[in-house]
Structures are given as C-alpha cells and as structure tokens.
C-alpha cells in the first residue's frame, strides 16, 4: 500500500458552516452542563390523577353534532315579499276606502315611496308563515336555498375585522 | 404507535374522528401539559389552557393541511394559547404581562402543586426574568429536549436564532443563581 499519497478525497460531506460554528457549539453544550449540575428539574407537579380524568372532561365540552337547519326565507326574499305585501296591503285599502270620494282617503300617489319601503321594513308589519308563503314562488325558495354567491376569503376576513371585537376569536390555526 | 399520517385521516372523518382524538388526547396530553404548565405557572391555569387547547385543535383539525408536523401543530396552538391566556389575566388586573408572571412565580413556593427546593425557585424566577420567546425556547430546550427544527416550526424562529437565544439564556440563568 502507497501511503505517501496524501490526496485521498474524503467521501463524506458536512453541513454549511459546521466547522465555523462548532467552537460555540461546544461552548453552549459546556454552559448547559454547567446549568445541570446545579438544577435540571423544575419542580412542578401535577395532582394525583389528573391525567386519567383529562379526557372526560375535555369530551363533555366538545361541541355536539348538529342538524344543520336551513332557513326557508333568506333575509333578502323576506324584506323583497315584505315590501311587496305592503304595497299590496295599501293599494287593496285605499280602493276599498272608496271610490276616491272619501275626503280622508289618501291616494297612492301622495305618499313618499321611501316612506312605504321604510314601513315594509320596520316591525309595524307581521306576516303569518301562511300569509307570506301567498307571495314565494318556487323561483324565490330555489335562489334563497342555493345561492351560487360564493364569498372570498377576504371578505370574509375583512367582514371578522369590521364586526368582530374579541381580536382572539379571529385566530385560525391554519398554517 | 400510530402514524401521524394515518391519525390525521382518522381525525379529519366524522365517522372515526371520536376514537382518533382520544388517541390523540393519550399521546399528547402530558408533553402539552408541562409545556404550558411551565409558561402560566399554576396547575388551574394550565388545566384551564390544556382544555382549550384540545378544544381548538378538535375544532381547527380540518384546517391541519399536514405541512408540518401534528405535534409541532399542536404546541403552537398550546403556545398561543398559553399567551393568549396571560394577556387576558393581564388586561384583567390591569397590569403588564411580565408582572402577571412574576406574580405567579412569587405564588409558586406556596403552591402545593410546587415541590421544588430553593435552587428550583430560584430557576423559576430566573426563567420569568427571561423575554418572552427567550423564556420559550429555553424551557422547551433545557426541560423538553426539543429538536431546533421542531422548534423552529413552532416559534417561526430561524434555527441559527433559536440557538443563540438558547446559549444567551443558560449563561443568564446560570450567572443569576450563582449570584448572591
């Protein structure tokens, strides 16, 4: 065997800047031990049992499954039929308050239409499901059940920022 | 042990969702534990966040997108809600974050839940005198035994920073308990 060849090529690499940093390396591995030899526990201790009863209660406050429940009227379907019923309501009332010989009956064209939509809107009105079910179509039902909307992820995000005050109940865990 | 892979499939189906998280329940609970145990100090308060913790990841799981590890996940859900946890008794007694701490340290020799000597009291008010993250990673690294990579991923911390933060922690502490 030739031992004077010196220029034997290792096979082996090393991670960047391993040689650079092993100085401090064993110089932090130093300090720890020294940090052992005084204390290497904490101290803490947990209360007997504990663990074993964990499970059970984090269990009882899981949430429980739920039936989703689907709306039969969305909000926009409701104020629209709301709307329409009122104006159906005061023109029915003010043709059958007479035939325009009623000096206390109000014409139609004499009210402000913001006013009717307004009071559409306000709470003076309450439909029974029945009464209101008179002005759904199937068309409306099927738009309300199966919005095609589809909502961003920002607005969704820039809607939680407006409306939401607890900034901890914004946290996602996504990664 | 089941693979992680495996588990989180388990979690992620409602029909085996329940038998999978108590699995996970059994295998983290502890390590969870202690980590936020040595962050709020007091056995109530790191119940209290270990319930929230499991809660939340039993929520967040179809969030989980397997990018990382489950376990390095899970601890930074447990880490943040550990601060979340200390802010809020913080805005609630009107008082900074480093004081909520100090209270509960200066608490911790007449906890029963506490059984350490005078040199771990000791510790324990070193550590709290520690930054925040510097606190972090020495507790994970002295007491855990964390891989930097790991901790890495929990932290959003780049290794090379983890590690002097470490080293720059022990000469602190340990010149703290010699002092006096």
């Known amino acids: 065997m030739n031992l004077d060849n010196k220029n034997i090529e290792p096979n082996f690499g090393v991670p960047e800047g391993y040689f650079e940093g092993f100085e ?9 031990e020294e940090l052992r030899a005084l204390v290497s526990t904490a101290g803490f201790i947990a209360p007997d049992g504990y663990f074993d009863q964990l499970e059970p209660s984090i269990k009882q406050q899981l949430p ?14 409701l104020y629209a039929v ?4 009122a104006v159906v309501v005061l023109v029915v009332n003010l043709i059958g308050n007479g035939n325009g010989n009623n000096e ?16 559409a809107n306000s709470d003076a009105i309450a439909f029974t499901d029945a009464e209101l079910m008179d002005f759904v179509s199937e068309e409306d039902l099927e738009t309300s059940l199966f919005s095609e909307q589809q909502l961003s992820d920002e607005s969704i995000e820039t809607y939680l920022l407006e409306n939401l005050d607890d900034i901890d109940l914004i946290t996602t865990y996504e990664e | 042990m089941i693979a992680e892979s495996s588990l989180v499939d388990q979690l992620k189906a409602p029909e085996t969702r329940e038998a999978a998280f108590s699995t996970l329940m059994s295998t983290y609970k502890e390590r969870l534990y202690w980590h936020i145990r040595k962050m709020v100090y007091s056995h109530d ?7 929230n913790t499991f809660i939340k990841v039993y929520r967040s799981i179809e969030n989980f997108k397997g990018e990382s590890k489950l376990y390095t996940w899970m601890y930074r859900i447990a880490t943040n809600e550990a601060i979340t946890f200390i802010n809020k008794k913080a805005r609630r007694m009107e008082i900074g974050n480093e004081e909520v701490q100090q209270l509960a340290v200066a608490n911790l020799a007449a906890d029963p839940y506490f059984e350490g000597n005078e040199i771990q009291l000791k510790l324990q008010e070193a550590i709290a005198k520690l930054p925040q993250k510097q606190q972090l990673v020495f507790n994970m690294k002295y007491f855990d035994d964390m891989k930097y990579d790991d901790m890495s991923e929990i932290l959003g911390t780049s290794v ?9 922690a022990v000469k602190k502490i340990t010149a703290e308990l010699k002092s006096d």
Not at chain 1, 104 to 119: G, I, M, R
Not at chain 2, 160 to 168: D, Q, R, V
């Open chain 1, 24 to 32: 401090a390396a064993v110089q932090a591995r130093i300090a720890e």
């Open chain 1, 64 to 77: 429980e499954k739920q039936t989703k429940v689907i709306s039969l009227f969305g909000k926009r379907t």
């Open chain 1, 82 to 85: 709301a709307s329409v019923a």
């Open chain 1, 104 to 119: 206390n009956t109000l014409a139609l064209d004499q009210v402000d239409p913001q006013l009717l939509v307004a009071y």
């Open chain 2, 45 to 51: 308060d790191a119940d209290d966040v270990l319930q």
């Open chain 2, 160 to 168: 090379g920073a983890l590690k002097s933060s470490y080293h720059i």
